[in-house]
């Protein structure tokens, strides 16, 4: 494309070889000049439109490559999430991933912490990573992060997108991948905060359970937990299917009230996602209602 003045034209080969004849220097896809050819090449204002007109040029060319990339690489995650979600609903749960912006209030705790502290962070279910790559960008020096997918699929799809991560590269000796159920992740010493995707209202009572017990044993008092949920999903379900179903989801509805009574400290929506969700966050996960 030529910028002329405030026009862009396409640069088409016929108007650069009429510049360079003018002497007016162009590059490829950057070829600039400030009006009729050869009325003020060589002048300073020539020469200052010159810098302008390609500083914009090459920014939008920038920009456009980055919002490309972006969406390649949107594309990429929604096509494993798709296949995933056809192949495992259960424990995926959901057909996308989550948002940007879903991503940032599920690390509210690391964002707004207060103090230098360095803390050991365990996200679970971390999927294609779209909360792992901004819990990557605000981890400190000296934090820990681990990470535990049950899915072997998401996890490689994981590992090569961080593989080109420069805030993994960074600080990769620092973070350990499990994979496995996290009901059967090793215990050594407890988390500060700990993120949370496992979709639970895919899943039974028993197994809820078994992840809230494990929690605990992995907390202390100060650990904060955040975890989503899509907005009325469940008392939908409650409602649309079948029986036993409909006795599962109530069973996991009086679980979380329990729960919530004595250890939810916030609830937010957030609609800038595929379905809408809510964050919670839920602390002295070490008091928990479950058995030691
Ligand atoms: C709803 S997806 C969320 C993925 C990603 N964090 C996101 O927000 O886009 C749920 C993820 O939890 C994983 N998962 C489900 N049950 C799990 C378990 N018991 N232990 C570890 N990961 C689990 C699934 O494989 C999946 O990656």
């Known amino acids: 494309m030529v910028p002329v003045g405030y026009i862009t034209l396409p640069n088409l080969p016929p ?3 009429m510049l360079s004849r003018q002497g007016v220097s162009t590059a490829p ?25 390609s500083f914009v040029h090459v920014s939008v060319k920038g920009y ?33 991933p989550t948002s940007r912006w879903a991503a940032e209030a599920l690390i509210t705790p690391l964002i707004s912490r207060k103090s ?10 971390p999927g294609t990573g779209s909360v ?26 994981l590992k090569e997108r961080l593989s080109e991560n420069q805030h993994y590269l960074r600080i990769q000796d620092k973070v ?40 605990r044993r992995m907390s202390h008092e100060e650990t904060v937990m ?10 939908i379900g409650k409602v649309v299917s079948p029986p036993k179903n409909r006795e599962r989801l109530k069973q996991i509805d009086s679980f979380f ?10 609830r937010i929506r957030i609609y800038l996602n595929v379905l809408p969700i809510h964050v919670y966050t839920l602390r002295d996960l070490h008091e928990l209602p479950v058995a030691a």
């Open 132 to 157: 792992t790559v901004p819990i990557l960008e605000s981890m400190q020096a000296g934090d820990e992060l681990v990470v535990c997918e049950i899915n072997h699929r998401f996890m490689s799809a």
């Open 64 to 96: 456009f490559t980055i919002f490309l990339l972006g969406w390649i690489q949107m594309l990429k995650e929604n096509v494993i999430f798709l296949k995933e979600a056809f192949l495992e609903f259960q424990s995926t749960g959901t057909i996308f």
């Open 29 to 53: 896809g950057i070829s600039t000049f400030g009006g009729w050819p050869g009325l003020y090449a060589g002048t300073q204002a020539q020469k200052r439109k010159k810098r302008v007109a």
């Open 116 to 125: 230098r502290k360095p803390l050991r962070i365990l996200e679970l279910g």
């Open 176 to 215: 350990k991948f499990f994979c496995c159920p996290m009901q059967d992740l090793p215990e050594a010493g407890h988390f500060d905060v700990i993120v949370c995707a496992i979709p639970f209202s895919n899943l039974d009572l028993g197994t809820v359970q078994d992840i809230f017990t494990k929690l």
């Open 15 to 17: 108007i650069s070889a």
């Open 226 to 235: 955040t975890f989503y949920e899509y907005i009325a999903l469940r008392s």
């Open 257 to 266: 009230e329990n729960i919530f009574s004595n250890h939810l400290t916030d």
